[in-house]
């Protein structure tokens, strides 16, 4: 799936993790408790200040089998969508 930055930003989320306060690998642990709560075919949202979590957000993704749609920037912090396969 190929995700433009228009499309990201009119994504509606189904849940949205607030993780900006924690430093790696805080905002991947709150991505793995948040997929667990949305249904398949469902968008989480991960905000987050680590730069790092735009490196290891897609690799988990794509190591558990979900599907890394991409980021948006905001004020000071990354927007980050994950859609949930199984």
């Not at 930003?9 to 690998?25: F, Y």
């Not at 190591?63 to 920037?73: A, I, P, R």
């Amino acid at each position: 799936m190929s995700v433009t930055t228009s499309d990201l930003s009119t994504l509606q989320a189904a849940k949205v993790v607030d993780a900006r306060g924690s430093a790696c690998p805080g905002p991947l642990l709150e991505a793995k408790k948040g997929i667990g709560a949305i249904k398949v075919g469902e968008i989480l949202e991960i905000w987050s200040g680590d730069a790092k979590t735009k490196e290891q957000l897609p690799k988990w993704a794509a190591k558990v089998g979900h599907e890394y749609l991409g980021h948006l920037v905001a004020a000071g912090y990354d927007r980050l969508f994950v859609k949930r396969v199984r």
